[in-house]
């Protein structure tokens, strides 16, 4: 059974830092690429980074760049991303999906494209 499953979640202040976890069973990250979105209260779920199957692409949203990481272990089925000097407008339920592709380029404006998800991780970012 496919499963994601995050974590790392909390209460940060602002400037702060987080590092979310998304951990695969029951399918390898060789074969998919995986994306992390948030939901912001009263919002649409957005795309905020992805990873492609190798590892060798990633790509982020205008407002994380420079701030968010994300990196995959495919060793450990893990993804992870690292989020830093975090802002009030961070605050979102967390998720990340899994797309089965193995194309070079991973991209995440397509919610539709991320067949699997998990049940998502709060962050807030407030003082």
């Known amino acids: 059974q496919l499963q994601l499953v995050e974590s790392g979640g909390g209460l940060v202040q602002p400037g702060g830092s987080l590092r979310l976890s998304c951990a695969a069973s029951?399918?390898?990250?060789?074969?998919?690429?995986i994306g992390w979105f948030r939901q912001a209260p009263g919002k649409e779920r957005e795309g905020v980074s992805c990873i492609s199957s190798s590892g060798g692409s990633t790509n982020y949203a205008d407002s994380v760049k420079g701030r968010f990481t994300i990196s995959s272990d495919n060793a450990k089925n893990t993804v992870y991303l690292q989020m830093n000097s975090l802002k009030p407008e961070d605050t979102a339920v967390y998720y990340c999906?899994?797309?089965?592709?193995?194309?070079?380029?991973?991209?995440?404006?397509?919610?539709?494209?991320?067949?699997?998800w998990g049940q998502g991780t709060q962050v807030t970012v407030s003082s």
């Open positions: 029951g399918f390898t990250l060789d074969y998919y690429a």
């Open positions: 999906a899994a797309q089965a592709t193995v194309q070079a380029m991973c991209v995440m404006t397509n919610l539709y494209d991320y067949a699997y």
